[in-house]
């Protein structure tokens, strides 16, 4: 796992965003290509080292920020990465989404009771569902 940038005078702080940049695209390639083949078990470990490298990639940029500044070119490359976190995310809302309607057409609610208590009130309300004689 790569670590905070070294001081300015020990190396290059552009070369270092850019390893910990391509760490975070990995990752969501990787998590993209899991969620593709819908593979759970890929899925939940792609998106705990998604969660690692951009909680890496945060404390670099903020360690380079405060020691003269992140280059544009890097802001860019940041901004591309996390606009796929909010595709991939998109995507998932939607795929949940589907997969709700889905389980609701093959198990619809239990059908209403025709048959009212004296208060007015559908009487499987009060029964749990079950027909009393």
Known sequence: ??????????????????????EVESRLAAL???LRERDTGVIESSASE??????????????????????????????????????QRENLARA????DRAIDVLMPAPPSSSFYSAKGLHDSLHRGGRLSA
Do not use: W, Y
Request: charged share 20%; aromatic share 2%.
């Open 1 to 22: 796992m790569f670590k905070t940038p070294a001081r300015s005078g020990d190396a290059e702080p552009t070369i270092q965003l850019d390893a910990v940049v391509d």
């Open 32 to 34: 993209a290509e899991a």
């Open 50 to 87: 998604l969660h690692r490298a951009l909680a890496n990639a945060v404390q670099c940029f903020m360690h380079v920020a405060e020691h003269g500044g992140v280059p544009e070119p890097m802001r860019r490359r940041l901004a591309r990465a996390s606009a796929m976190v909010a595709t």
């Open 96 to 99: 949940t989404a589907a997969l």
